[in-house]
């Protein structure tokens, strides 16, 4: 009996948390509605509730900030809001380092995690992966070796994490994709196959 509960629970874990994960995310959205008038909401046009219009609406929201703020004029007009933000205390100091990352991970010609490697962390004969970064022109001009910086995410939530600077030499550069790196890193390195595309089928044999 013991191992039908454990096939039944590696088959409806992961469905659970991800139907959990996407009602959450229609939830939220859906939240997007109340901001359109009462009477041009769907819930007060429609005798009954549809799930999931909120998509509809955050994503031509989206690409309609998008279409404005790539003309000349929309651009010029969101700099000068921009500049406005940043000069609000506290509010701009925190829209700065938000904006930074968002302009690092989502642009396409940005330079996020560069490289996969592995760092000798926490200890000397342990080893952990970590996500080359950029280091800041006023730390490496410091060092006397070529420094290297490096974020190690924790595990099974890599948003989170620690940020340090290794000698290069101290560093293992792997043949891994940063995305084959954090899945590894949130299953906490039980799916470690991930570059060749194989799936897990729970064995009931």
Not at 10 to 24: A, E, F, K, M, R
Not at 119 to 143: G, I, K, M
Not at 146 to 173: H, K, L, M, Q
Request: with cysteine.
């Amino acid at each position: 009996m013991k191992k039908f509960l454990v096939t039944g629970l590696l088959v409806w874990v992961p469905l659970g948390i991800t139907l959990w994960v996407l009602n959450l995310t229609i939830t939220t959205m859906d939240q997007t509605l109340l901001l359109l008038p009462q009477h041009w909401q769907p819930d007060y046009l429609l005798p009954f509730h549809i799930p999931g219009l909120g998509i509809i609406l955050t994503f031509a929201v989206v690409l309609t900030t998008g279409l404005l703020i790539r003309n000349v004029f929309g651009q010029r007009l969101w700099d000068a809001s921009e500049k406005g933000m940043l000069h609000i205390p506290f509010v701009g100091s925190i829209y700065k380092g938000v904006k930074q990352v968002s302009d690092t991970l989502l642009s396409g010609n940005g330079n996020s995690f560069r490289k996969v490697l592995l760092v000798r962390y926490p200890h000397p004969d342990a080893w952990s992966l970590a996500f080359q970064t950029n280091v800041p022109n006023e730390v490496a001009c410091r060092f006397d070796d070529e420094y290297v910086a490096v974020f190690i995410p924790t595990t099974p939530s890599p948003v989170n994490g620690f940020y340090f600077f290794v000698r290069r030499a101290d560093t293992i550069v792997l043949d891994m994709t940063v995305d084959a790196a954090l899945r590894s890193i949130v299953s906490m390195g039980v799916v470690s196959d991930v570059q060749s595309g194989s799936s897990f089928t729970p064995d009931i044999s």
